[in-house]
């Protein structure tokens, strides 16, 4: 069955301090890769996306995260983090035909420290 | 271009009534996706469609819920005889014609029922 786990379901850092957020999916071939963001009460912000090629893939705000397909793993990183990252992080994963429908892990919810 | 717009952003219902929300994809964007977040249960697919077509509705619940996207005039996700469960976040997502690579969302609706 297709899935997506993200192990931790709350993680706090301080300020400045490095991140990692970790997603593994399960899925019949090689989906294609979502981040999204979730401010509280808005809407779902994308962070960046993997589809093919560089199995490093830069975002928005200063993310990035890697494709490695040997762990079915796709984890957000973030070098320094600042107050306003605190939020929900939701791994996704889609296939690669027309339909495009998300398929969405329980999220990691970021507290940041100052 | 105005992005995917949602409407309304908070509906109050009280239990059997009926619940509409509106879902105007971006310009030039014939897919419409629905999504349902549920405390504790992060965020789930309901339905694919495109003009006119339902695509993929295999997330949708069998009873009271409905969705449609006509030829003209925005995506209507309708809850008939709506109960508590169905107290949620409802986000809309478009993507452009096939071959499109992401879906863009919209700010979502609260939906709650009392």
């Known amino acids: 069955a297709q899935s997506v786990t993200q192990p931790d379901i709350h993680i706090t850092v301080s300020e400045g301090a490095s991140l990692e957020l970790r997603c593994n999916y399960s899925y019949g071939a090689t989906p294609y890769l979502f981040w999204y963001v979730q401010s509280p009460g808005q809407g779902l912000q994308l962070l960046l996306k993997y589809f093919s090629g560089d199995t490093l893939v830069q975002g928005i705000k200063g993310f990035e995260a890697e494709f490695k397909r040997s762990q079915s793993s796709f984890n957000l990183r973030k070098p320094s983090v600042h107050w306003s990252d605190a939020a929900e992080y939701f791994c996704?994963?889609?296939?690669?035909?027309?339909?495009?429908?998300?398929?969405w892990g329980l999220g990691t919810s970021l507290a940041v420290n100052p | 271009n105005a992005g995917v717009m949602q409407n309304p952003r908070h509906l109050v219902r009280r239990r059997g009534q009926e619940a509409r929300l509106r879902c105007s994809p971006m310009?030039?964007?014939?897919?419409v996706y629905w999504y349902r977040q549920l405390p504790e249960e992060g965020l789930k697919f309901m339905v694919y469609l495109q003009k006119e077509n339902i695509i993929d509705e295999s997330g949708m619940p069998k009873e009271r819920f409905s969705a449609e996207f006509p030829k003209e005039g925005p995506s209507i996700l309708r809850i008939q005889q709506v109960v508590r469960g169905d107290s949620a976040a409802y986000f809309c997502?478009?993507?452009?014609?096939?071959?499109?690579?992401?879906?863009?969302f919209g700010q979502g609706t609260r939906l709650t029922v009392v």
């Open positions: 310009k030039g964007h014939s897919h």
């Open positions: 996704a994963v889609a296939g690669a035909g027309n339909n495009r429908k998300l398929i």
């Open positions: 997502a478009s993507s452009p014609n096939s071959g499109g690579t992401e879906a863009f």
